[in-house]
């Protein structure tokens, strides 16, 4: 089915039963780069309108829970791939992972870094003892439907080695660079927790990452009032390997 969505036409589709979105461009870009949300699509979509301007596509498929499921990071590399085969898009998109998109996003560039040619990150949850049990600055709000999610409680989560912050080391590795953005009095998803400690192993170990901290703002909204260092991110890292 198509429909229009913000002025751009929008295939409305199920890819192996998910239901998935394809939004085009007027007129694409010479390499068809594409951004994959990878949760909450159309919520704050200023960033992705400003990319289709400029001859992107942006893709969208549902998960089974927003807390990142293996099975769902699977179905994302064989979206990547028909994608590709069936519409012509690069190989590698920018995953625009915001919250607890951030945690879909890091998993999925760490297990299959063939599909990504960088990250954009705002206010993504990479620490589950913060965000959503609640240890330290947030509450524990999330965490019950977290628990239900995945099947794991509290004293399993102390055990779990599979945080997405666990897995900087392989975006490290293939060197993919990472475009962070949060507010500076986020309590839901607080920096500290989270991206600071993305940040400083980037920072220790020569990876390339920009880092925008934005004044007296929280959890929302999530981007910039003036998007351009998101949109030089994107242009600058959209060809890579």
């Not at 979509?45 to 927003?66: C, D, S, V």
């Not at 628990?147 to 409680?153: N, T, V």
């Not at 990876?207 to 600058?236: M, Q, R, W, Y």
Request: one cysteine or more.
């Amino acid at each position: 089915m198509e429909t229009i969505w913000n002025g751009f036409r929008l295939l409305d589709f199920h890819f192996e039963g998910k239901q998935a979105f394809l939004v085009f461009p007027e007129k694409p870009n010479e390499d068809r780069n594409w951004l994959l949300k990878t949760e909450y699509f159309g919520a704050f979509p200023e960033f992705e309108l400003e990319m289709l301007k400029k001859g992107w596509h942006l893709a969208y498929i549902q998960n089974t829970t927003r807390w990142c499921l293996e099975e769902d990071l699977d179905v994302k590399k064989r979206f990547a791939e028909y994608l590709s085969k069936e519409y012509g898009l690069y190989e590698k998109c920018i995953p625009v992972g915001m919250s607890c998109g951030g945690i879909i996003a890091c998993k999925f560039a760490a297990k299959y870094p063939r599909y990504v040619s960088a990250l954009y990150l705002d206010a993504p949850v990479l620490n589950f003892l913060s965000c959503p049990a609640g240890l330290g600055r947030s509450d524990d709000s999330m965490f019950p439907e977290f628990m239900e999610a995945m099947g794991m409680d509290l004293a399993q989560l102390i055990c779990y080695r599979e945080h997405p912050i666990d897995k900087v080391h392989l975006l490290l590795q293939n060197r993919i660079p990472v475009m962070l953005v949060y507010g500076k009095e986020d309590t839901v998803v607080p920096y500290e927790e989270n991206g600071a400690l993305l940040k400083k192993m980037y920072r220790e170990n020569g990876g390339v990452i920009v880092s925008i901290g934005k004044e007296n703002c929280g959890h929302h909204p999530h981007g910039l009032a003036d998007n351009t260092p998101i949109v030089e991110f994107a242009e600058k890292y959209r060809i890579q390997g």
